[in-house]
């Protein structure tokens, strides 16, 4: 329970799903102040308050964006309220942590760009990317840069998601030109500009809907695979696999000159020859955050410290780019540009 000594960050929790794990994260940082929380099914608001003794119950998204003493917004609502909600606590003067994606499409993404240029990128932005936290990826964009890989060629990542239930019954079924690129292979393809430094130019994408061919309720791809071109001469192939025979996974191969990186369901492991009777070297580092709200601490670090966000802002505005640009690919049936908000720093 949080005591009523002075607090530098006022924050709100809109949707307590997952953000519930925003909520506590607020909670325990002693810069933070969580005044609000919101959800659509207000016994659910009204049950965390009373379980953590913090907080009040806003009848409102509206209520929330009135309130002076609100610093930060963080949204956990579903995939399509993002943008309009993002836009909104923008306009409000208010910092944003949004699970992802930030936004849906390119159109939705240029308005955003506007209206945080229009602040003078003073409003922080950021997105619950969460394996960019994980010591794994952490200790792989390292070695990468230190050049343990050598010249990186190839970056393949899998996105297995392995939950048909949740794009069969639950409400992405029911969301306008829902993507599984943007819903869920966004995690790969932000690892791979994360990791990278890079940033593709091209991008063609083909998918199906095999593992949900019967299932009228559910109208979208629920596979498809984008292949990613670099300036660098770097390829990039990732896929979401929304409807396949597997536990809820993530693969990721890494490709340099040097030395392969692996990580699948037998573990990280490091190749650094091509001797076959050599085996690759385990690696033991977690490949997963320790929890859902493991970003939020550092966020809150940077308002406090009033650290300059654009780098990182624009690191988001570049992923929406990229897959917002594979989903294009795939509905125009051939290799399109990325357009990005602005030009390589």
């Known amino acids: 329970m949080q005591d009523d000594t002075p607090h530098r960050v006022g924050a709100a929790v809109v949707g307590l799903g997952v953000g519930e794990q925003h909520a506590l994260a607020c909670l325990r940082h002693p810069a933070c102040q969580l005044r ?18 913090v907080g009040r119950v806003a009848t409102s998204y509206e209520e929330i964006l009135a309130d002076p003493e609100v610093q930060l917004v963080c949204l956990a609502s579903f995939d399509d309220m993002h943008f309009q909600q993002t836009v909104a606590a923008l306009q409000a003067g208010k910092h944003v942590f949004v699970e992802k994606p930030l936004c849906r499409s390119r159109t939705e993404l240029a308005v955003i760009h506007a209206l945080w240029r229009g602040g003078q990128g003073k409003l922080h932005l950021s997105s619950n990317l969460v394996l960019r936290a994980a010591p794994l990826y952490d200790w792989l964009r390292r070695a990468i840069h230190a050049g343990l ?9 899998d996105y297995l ?18 993507s599984v690129m943007m819903g869920g292979g966004i995690h790969l393809v932000d690892l791979m500009l994360w990791i990278s430094g890079q940033r593709p130019s091209h991008v063609h994408t083909v998918g199906n809907k095999v593992c949900t061919h019967d299932v009228a309720a559910f109208r979208y791809n629920d596979f498809m695979a984008a292949t990613f071109t670099f300036a660098s001469g770097l390829v990039g192939r990732i896929t979401a696999n929304f409807g396949c025979v597997h536990r809820h996974h993530h693969v990721l191969r890494v490709f340099g000159d040097r030395g392969t990186f692996v990580y699948d369901d037998q573990g990280p492991r490091l190749h650094t020859s091509r001797d076959p009777a050599l085996l690759a ?25 009033g650290r300059d966000a654009t780098p ?7 992923l929406i780019s990229a897959c917002s640009a594979a989903d294009d690919a795939l509905a125009a049936g051939r290799a399109v540009a990325i357009d990005y908000m602005e030009p390589m720093p």
């Open 161 to 178: 998601y392995g939950r048909i239930h949740k794009i069969t019954e639950g409400w992405r079924k029911d969301l306008a030109d829902y």
């Open 36 to 53: 609000w929380v919101y959800d659509l099914l207000p016994k659910k608001a009204h049950g965390f308050v009373e379980r953590h003794g």
């Open 312 to 318: 990182s802002v624009l690191h988001e505005f570049d």
């Open 281 to 305: 070297a385990p690696l033991a580092l977690d490949p997963l955050p320790s929890h859902k709200g493991v970003l939020i601490p550092d966020f809150v670090e940077g308002l406090v410290t």
């Open 149 to 157: 890989l050598g010249t990186v060629y190839a970056i393949d990542g």
